[in-house]
């Protein structure tokens, strides 16, 4: 079936380490993105990329960081710089270009850092 | 970005119709009136989206008001997985990036 996956579904870090959160997509789409998302709140980007090897920072980049080697891989990577690291991460993927393509969300890593 | 505002949240019973309004009095003649959902502890999924004339699908129907600064988001017949919580999003036609925003948006509570 095509989606997206993301891994893994719960992700416990002590405070201080870095953690990278995978997220895969098998749409062939060519834009993916990066959402989190804190308790009653909507989401909120951190990063989009496009194309392949090219990335923009959202609304809340600062503290991570993004990779885009393989259309079908866009994995985000919470450093230690990231003040608040404990949230819903939210990985989604579409069709680029002018238009009106809708989002694929994939189902969320959350992530606990204590 | 233009703004959308939704109520905190709603209730209805099961199998009753639901009517999610959504103000959006700063929208812009390219602006597409777009609604996700999210269901608890998963990503949202994408429901609808219309410019000005009402809109149908599967999952549900769109009213979209004559100056387009509000609409509402129709479930003809709830049930109890449609509890979620509803984002109402403009989206701009001519932006190259598909970033959405998410406002608070609307948790719709079914009563069985």
């Known amino acids: 079936d095509g989606g997206i996956t993301q891994s893994p579904k719960y992700l416990f870090r002590k405070e201080g380490q870095n953690v990278t959160l995978s997220c895969e997509q098998n749409?062939?789409?060519?834009?993916m993105y990066w959402y989190r998302q804190d308790p009653g709140q909507g989401l909120r980007l951190i990063y989009y990329s496009q194309i392949v090897n090219d990335f923009q920072k959202g609304d809340i980049a600062e503290g991570y960081s993004v990779s885009r080697e393989k259309k079908e891989s866009f994995p985000l990577t919470v450093t230690s710089a990231q003040k608040n690291p404990t949230a819903f991460y939210l990985c989604?993927?579409?069709?680029?270009?002018?238009?009106?393509?809708?989002?694929?969300f994939g189902p969320g890593t959350r992530l606990t850092v204590t | 970005d233009a703004k959308t505002t939704q109520p905190n949240s709603m209730e209805s019973n099961e199998e009753e119709p639901v009517h999610l309004p959504c103000n959006h009095s700063?929208?812009?003649?390219?602006?597409?009136i777009h609604w996700y959902r999210q269901l608890p502890s998963q990503g949202p999924e994408y429901v609808i989206h219309g410019l000005t004339s009402n809109v149908n699908n599967r999952m549900a129907s769109l009213a979209i008001a004559e100056d387009r600064k509000s609409s509402t988001l129709i479930l003809h017949r709830a049930t109890l997985r449609d509890a979620a919580v509803y984002y109402c999003i403009l989206r701009d036609r001519n932006q190259g990036a598909q970033k959405l925003v998410f406002g608070q948006g609307t948790r719709l509570t079914i009563n069985p």
């Open positions: 989604a993927s579409s069709i680029t270009g002018r238009g009106l393509y809708e989002q694929y």
């Open positions: 749409l062939n789409h060519d834009a």
């Open positions: 700063t929208i812009s003649g390219t602006d597409y």
